[in-house]
């Protein structure tokens, strides 16, 4: 939600490219800590202490942001949020494997397409907010905010979903994937990671960009295109076919690839409709490699490791997530907004035609008689 309003902060309190991207930063590093915490304590104390938990945090965020006054109550409102969303992803995760053991691929497509439908709202809803309505940094998280007590609610009111606990251990560690596999969680991994790549660039970068291609200061370029693109990966999970995990997330890495290329020529173009178009090929890619990488893992993981194995897999995201944005919010303070985009998207866009190939290799070693 906040990615559409940042330019309303830079405004504000005039801080420049790497300053965002360090708020991105920071929201991803809280959240790999919540992560590596979040998968222990949701197979030990259980799936709803933690969800609440999180959903606590979210409202802390929130407040946060209603009353912020300088850049580093965003940083703290980001970090709330980043440790609230890390808790969330697994021990939802988990709590839905735990409801529905015999169903991983359908909750992998259900999660992939509510993270993404969740991305376009909060997007859209910011950006007509912040556009349109009163006090644009305050009615679109008084909205949020009274749409998380709801949620709270409604996870007070649920059933623990965990009925074998292992101890409890705190300590952090990188989390264990299980012997048997981890085959398939390096090829998910691969997945994952492209696809996270690619949204840390567009949500950290992809408004401003946007609006300096279309030639508009409106909050509603920016925040159209990100709706636009995690829109097409909503709608593109929902229609995703009933075939191999591994095709969809082949296939879904090469479309973000050429996404991505097409893209830096729509914005050397300043084509406002290129920009858009691009941004539905990026989103569809993205949904089905994200969707692809997310039902191959939920339909190999043991029972006993749901919380373990999904802290790594969101470890590998949240990193994802993070690395390139801040090494182009890094580049954008040196250089123009157009050439750090078309440096780091073509390199995005490289690392996703590579994990094509290794899925690729993947595929051929488990065709029978081949070594």
Sequence with gaps: ???????????????????????????ALAAL??????????????????????????????????????????????ALHGLAIGG????????????????????????????????????????????????????PYVVIGMCTVVTLLGTAAMQETLHDP?????????????????????FSALGVFAAWAVLGLYLSLGPKLAEQTVGSRSLLVGGSVITAMVGAAALTQLCL????????????????????????????AHSAWAVYATALLIGIGYGIGFSGSLRHLNSV???QHRGQVMS??????????AIPAVLAGF???????????????????????TAAALGQRISAARRPGTV
Excluded: N
Aim: charged share 10%; net charge positive; with cysteine.
């Design 301 to 303: 993981i043991p029972a």
């Design 88 to 139: 969330i992803v697994v021990a939802g995760g988990a709590a839905l494997l735990d409801l529905r053991p015999a169903r991983g691929a359908a909750i992998g497509r259900t999660t992939a397409f509510a993270f993404a439908l969740g991305m376009a709202l909060g997007a859209l809803g910011a950006s007509v907010l912040g556009q349109l309505g009163p006090h644009p940094l305050i009615t």
């Design 241 to 268: 076919p009933v075939t191999t995990s591994l095709s969809l997330t082949i296939g879904g890495d090469l479309l973000l690839g050429l996404g991505l290329v097409l893209s830096l020529a729509a914005v050397l």
């Design 312 to 321: 790594a897999y969101y470890l590998v995201a949240y990193g994802s997530f």
């Design 331 to 353: 580049a954008a303070t040196h250089y123009s907004l157009t050439s750090t985009y078309r440096v780091f998207a073509a390199v995005v866009a490289l690392g996703c035609l």
């Design 1 to 27: 939600m906040p990615s559409p309003l940042y330019g309303l902060y830079q405004e504000r309190w005039h801080f420049d490219s790497l300053t965002l991207t360090v708020v991105f930063a920071v929201y």
């Design 33 to 78: 800590i919540s992560v590596l915490l979040a998968g222990k304590l949701a197979d030990s104390v259980g799936r709803k202490p933690v969800l609440l938990a999180a959903q606590a945090l979210m409202l802390a965020g929130i407040l946060v942001f209603i009353f912020a006054r300088s850049v580093i109550w965003i940083l703290v409102a980001r």
């Design 166 to 186: 292992v101890a409890l251990d705190l300590r952090i560690q990188p989390p264990r994937v299980p012997a048997g596999i981890r085959a398939d969680f390096r």
